[in-house]
Nanobody, 121 residues
């Protein structure tokens, strides 16, 4: 199994910044995609951004130019730098990974428990 643990959420004023981190641990053979989703109160979960080596990284218009994803593969860690935060960015941010736990196994999807980001004055 793969465990994903997020950190870095919290309360921030509009215009502020936060950096989320997500570390994958467990019996990992290889991680392919890592990224972030978010779910605001009363809304469906939405994709923020995912990173897959060899593929372009796309951001939705709602966060383009403000959010940046990065990875440290040696640490099985993905980050989300969030700048110029807005109240509408308030949500639970969940880490996602697509990984294999054995060389001959299938890839599977894994989720973290989520970290709350609240943007409010």
């Amino acid at each position: 199994q793969v465990q994903l643990v997020e950190s870095g959420g919290g309360l921030v004023q509009p215009g502020g910044s936060l950096r989320l981190s997500c570390e994958a641990s467990g019996n990992i053979f290889s991680i392919y995609t890592m990224g972030w989703y978010r779910q605001a109160p009363g809304k469906q979960r939405e994709l923020v951004v995912v990173d897959t080596p060899g593929r372009s990284t796309n951001y939705p218009d709602s966060v383009k130019g403000r959010f940046t994803i990065s990875r440290e593969d040696a640490k099985n860690t993905v980050y989300l730098q969030m700048n110029s935060l807005k109240p509408e960015d308030t949500a639970v941010y969940s880490c996602y990974a697509r990984a294999k736990i054995t060389r001959w196994g299938v890839t599977d999807d894994y989720w973290g428990q989520g970290t709350q980001v609240t943007v409010s004055s």
